[in-house]
């Protein structure tokens, strides 16, 4: 029984995970997925790789690199994210993640808005999904 019980759980696995997945395309995914971070400091740097690994998992890593959010907005984001489940995301890693999400949008998005997206609300998100 408890076999039965196993097997079933693993043969709803993929389903379980897809429904993490973001199964929407925003104009944000279509952007850059890399951003130049050669000249920021070595400590945003470790971080962009945190946050490369991480923000990828349910959708393109293009989609926050091309999301235009004020830094309230992006803690609230982060910290939305962080706790989807199976995020993979720990507190300390969300902290490092919002830093250097925070510095890249002051850095690069703010001196430049238009070649960036404006975050969609989850009724604008949802309208996507329908189509
Ligand atoms: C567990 C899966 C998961 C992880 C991990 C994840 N996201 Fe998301 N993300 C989603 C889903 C789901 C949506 C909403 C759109 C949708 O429903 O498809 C979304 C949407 C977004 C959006 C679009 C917001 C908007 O309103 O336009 C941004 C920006 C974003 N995520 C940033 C991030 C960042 C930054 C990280 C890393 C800290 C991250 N995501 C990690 C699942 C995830």
């Not at 079933?8 to 944000?28: D, F, I, K, R, T």
């Not at 000249?39 to 999301?67: D, E, G």
């Not at 803690?75 to 507190?91: A, C, E, L, T, W």
């Amino acid at each position: 029984m408890k076999k039965l019980i196993l097997i079933l759980m693993m043969a709803l696995m993929p389903l379980l995970l897809a429904a993490q997945q973001s199964n929407v395309v925003l104009p944000q995914d279509k952007g850059p997925d890399k951003i130049d971070v050669s000249a920021y400091p070595a400590a945003l740097q470790a971080n962009y790789k945190l946050f490369a690994s991480k923000c990828s998992k349910c959708h393109t890593i293009a989609r926050p690199m091309n999301t235009m959010m004020k830094r309230d907005e992006w803690q609230r984001y982060v910290s939305r994210m962080m706790h989807k489940p199976n995020s993979g995301i720990s507190d300390s890693q969300g902290k490092q993640i919002f830093d250097f999400l925070v510095f890249d949008q002051t850095e690069r998005k703010d001196k430049n808005p238009k070649a960036f997206f404006p975050a969609l609300s989850d009724e604008e998100i949802d309208k996507l999904k329908k189509k």
